[in-house]
Every structure is written in C-alpha cells, then in structure tokens.
C-alpha cells in the first residue's frame, strides 16, 4: 500500500524558513521522480518543485520559487524534502507529495504553511 506522508508545515513570519518532508512507503521509492505541489485557497493545485529518480539528479521549480526552495531526496529513508526560505505570503498554501506511476497518481494528505505577520 503505497503512502505519503507529509510533515513540517506551520506558521512562519515573512523571510523565514521552513523544511517540509515526506515520508513513503510501499513502493521502490528510488524507482520514481517526485513532486511537491500547492494549493492556496480558492486557487488550483500548482506544482512547486520535482526531482529525478535516484541517479537523475535533474530538479525543476516554478519560476515564482527559484532561488528560494530546494527539493532533495534521501533513497536510503525513502523521504523527499523542500526546504524553503524567503517565504512570501503568497506561498501561503497546503503542500503535499506527489509522484505518478503506471497511470495513477497518488498523493500525501498535505501539511499547511501559512506565511504571516
């Protein structure tokens, strides 16, 4: 069965930082590029961040995170992380982990980072 399991979210000042994990199971983790993506209130899910399989060390952000997120994997733990510094208000939003196989998506539950004053 396969599992995500996101943690690390909270609730930061502007220009703070945060790192998010997530935890899998119930797959061969290494085999697979993976993806953090967004949702903010009333707007549609957005992908942040991705990262190759173990091997491929290609990542790949949208352009409003570059030079302020970094997307890593560990193959050992089966756990992919984004640390994320400089936050913005607009990155208020829940995150959640995400990869694709065989046709099917599957998705953590999501963990909330809200960016405030």
């Known amino acids: 069965q396969v599992q995500l399991v996101e943690s690390g979210g909270g609730l930061v000042q502007p220009g703070g930082s945060l790192r998010l994990s997530c935890a899998t199971s119930?797959?061969?983790?290494?085999?697979?590029?993976m993806n953090w993506y967004r949702q903010a209130p009333g707007k549609e899910r957005e992908l942040v961040a991705t990262?190759?399989?173990?091997?491929?060390?290609?990542?790949h952000y949208t352009d409003s995170v570059k030079g302020r997120f970094t997307i890593s994997r560990d193959n050992a733990k089966n756990t992919i992380s984004l640390q994320m510094n400089n936050l913005k208000p607009e990155d208020t939003a829940a995150y959640y982990c995400?990869?694709?196989?065989?046709?099917?998506?599957?998705w953590g539950q999501g963990t909330q980072v809200t960016v405030s004053s």
């Open positions: 995400h990869f694709g196989r065989w046709g099917t998506e599957y």
């Open positions: 119930g797959f061969l983790f290494k085999l697979y590029a």
């Open positions: 990262i190759g399989a173990a091997g491929d060390r290609t990542t």
